[in-house]
């Protein structure tokens, strides 16, 4: 569990994150939504310690990480995996070096433990045989596999995803999401996720915070996003015509529904 006590970050003057609290939950998949330029990648950034907050602070599983000594800091960064919304690999390095190489920077593993790792996580995102494939050789969606890969070679705890589905067409970036949620329940993860993807909101959303030039309007799970009584996230989900449909679709069948049985 990842815990966000009152988060607050300004660049030149500029307000970008105003008071944010929440709690990501363990075994679910956490999603950051909102808009581009409403703060999510920035939030992510304060919770991996890339940035550091002007106020507030992040608990790894009720260890404080922010303003703590280095080594305790470092101890919980060897547990993170990210997935970078380009994926990010090292292009001179064929798929087998790419995952290897968190492993050969945070483990003492020797070679052999090494490589039957990375066959296992290619393995479990339907890479297995690709080892000696070079970056170049890949599609999107292989190359968001790898990455996925990578991510979790060194048994993370803790998942962060970018954009996961960032220039994938709409089955690619589907079968990705069930891959993400696949994994964060089978090992356990605190996977947080940040989109402005409403498919990905109703495929894997078990939890969503909503942001809004700064700050969390809103918090809730996919089931009751589209109940919200929040003018920004209804903005949000129905600029969609597709969503505007599915709502009118759905509020004309509670109408029937109240006219057939009006004492229910």
């Known amino acids: 569990m990842i815990e966000i006590h009152n988060i607050h970050k300004s660049f030149n003057g500029k307000k970008v994150l105003d008071g944010i609290s929440g709690v990501f939950e363990t075994g679910k998949t956490n999603l950051l939504l909102g808009a581009s330029g409403t703060g999510k990648s920035v939030l992510l950034k304060c919770i991996v310690g890339l940035i550091k907050p002007d106020i507030g602070s992040v608990t790894f599983d009720g260890t404080y990480f922010t303003n ?132 990905s909101v109703i495929e894997i959303g078990d939890k969503i915070m909503f942001l809004y030039e700064g700050k969390k309007l809103w918090e809730g799970t ?7 009584n929040v003018e920004e996230l209804n903005e949000f989900i129905f600029a969609n015509r597709l969503m505007r449909d599915a709502k009118k679709i759905e509020e004309e069948e509670e109408a029937q529904e109240h006219r057939q049985h009006p004492q229910a």
């Open 68 to 199: 703590n000594k280095l080594d305790i800091r470092q101890e919980i960064r060897r547990k993170i995996g990210m997935l970078f919304q380009s994926s990010a690999l090292f292009d001179s390095m064929t798929v087998e070096q790419n995952v290897e190489f968190p492993l050969k920077m945070l483990t003492d593993m020797r070679k052999d433990e090494r490589l039957d790792r990375v066959n296992f996580c290619l393995n479990r995102v339907g890479l297995e045989g690709s080892n000696t494939k070079m970056p170049s050789e890949l599609s999107g969606g292989m190359k968001k596999r790898v990455g996925i890969a990578r991510a979790i070679a060194p048994n993370t705890t803790y998942l962060f995803c970018d954009e996961p589905n960032s220039g994938l067409d709409p089955l690619t970036a589907i079968k990705i999401d069930e891959l993400i949620k696949e994994i964060t329940e089978e090992y356990n993860i605190t996977t947080i996720v940040v989109t402005h993807d409403m498919n």
């Open 222 to 228: 996919r089931e009751d996003i589209m109940d919200s």
